[in-house]
């Protein structure tokens, strides 16, 4: 039971990081001292997206469930929900290289505009 719930919390986690990765950057906007954080993760998020790597959350989420004597997945709510969000069926690696130019533009263009206001006001 603790194995499981430990991938799933890992899952949650991995989630979580894509989200922030993609969409970090408007907390920068709020936030300006949060690019210390999102600017990096932003770069891993596109690097593992062009290179194909996995990240370690990954290995660390199948180890987790083979503890817990998982091989398939179930249907509860993580499990079902979640997980193709982050593993989707059709995902190749052409998809993957698109990913990671979206990432990568939308937070090019995001921190240039920051860039550029505060070089405008200050």
Not at 61 to 85: K, Q, T, V, W
Request: one cysteine or more; aromatic letters at 14%; glycine letters at 10%.
């Amino acid at each position: 039971m603790w194995y499981r719930l430990g991938a799933d919390l890992v899952v949650l986690l991995h989630l979580g990081f894509v989200a922030f990765v993609v969409a970090g950057g408007l907390l920068v906007l709020k936030w300006p001292r949060m690019a210390w954080l999102h600017a990096p993760a932003a770069v891993w998020g596109a690097i593992i997206e062009f290179t194909g790597w996995i990240c370690p959350l990954t290995p660390l989420e199948n180890a987790l469930r083979a503890m817990a004597g998982r091989e398939a997945y179930n249907s509860d709510f993580i499990e079902h929900y979640i997980l193709p969000l982050l593993y989707p069926a059709q995902l190749t690696g052409n998809i993957q290289v698109i990913l990671g130019l979206i990432v990568l533009g939308t937070n090019l263009a995001l921190y240039g505009w920051l860039w550029r206001r505060n070089m405008v006001s200050g």
